[in-house]
């Protein structure tokens, strides 16, 4: 249940990535609360993974999903640059996140 709870708490990073994008320097009212509700809301469910985690593992995934997604949605919506180093970089995030699941288990 654990890290259930840590993805919905990396999901909720990346509403606040997209939402801090949006809130253009905090000049926009509605994205930036959105932002930091999500925030608060994310480190709520992070902290409530670490029940059960250790906190490195739980700290490095949380950090890890939410930066592969944010990386994902800023070159599909805000056209980011795409590279094969770029790509490589997102795979080898998502194998370190895999394997911090699977040596913590």
Request: net charge neutral; charged share 10%; aromatic share 8%.
């Amino acid at each position: 249940m654990a890290w259930i709870i840590l993805i919905a708490a990396s999901l909720i990073e990346i509403i606040m990535g997209l939402a801090l994008k949006y809130a253009e320097g905090w000049t926009k009212l509605v994205p930036s609360v959105i932002g930091i509700a999500a925030a608060l809301g994310s480190v709520y469910l992070l902290t409530i993974a670490m029940r059960d985690l250790p906190a490195g593992t739980a700290y490095a995934a949380w950090t890890g999903i939410g930066s592969v997604g944010i990386t994902v949605l800023g070159i599909v919506l805000f056209g980011d640059p795409v590279s094969w180093m770029r790509i490589t970089c997102i795979a080898m995030i998502i194998v370190a996140v895999a394997g911090l699941r699977f040596l913590e288990a």
